[in-house]
């Protein structure tokens, strides 16, 4: 698996969490304060859809409202 990483503040955390989710290839996310300590965890399977994906999203969204400064970490399947 290859990991990539991205800095980016709260407010640009949901809109790059929707772009890897469309992706396709995404096998994990982490996001992880500025001080590189985990704050929220979740796997992707192949097949997911939208409707299992809305908490996640309705989570990320309300973590970038209170987020500064974060990293996103990503695992591809290669």
Do not use: H, Q, W
């Amino acid at each position: 698996m290859a990991k990539e990483s991205f800095k980016l503040d709260g407010e640009s955390l949901l809109k790059k969490v929707k772009e890897l989710i469309n992706e396709g290839n995404i096998r994990r996310i982490t996001i992880k304060d500025k001080e590189g300590k985990e704050v929220m965890n979740f796997p992707l399977t192949i097949g997911v859809v939208g409707v299992v994906l809305a908490p996640v999203l309705a989570a990320v969204g309300a973590l970038a409202a209170v987020i500064g400064e974060c990293s996103i970490e990503v695992e591809r399947e290669e």
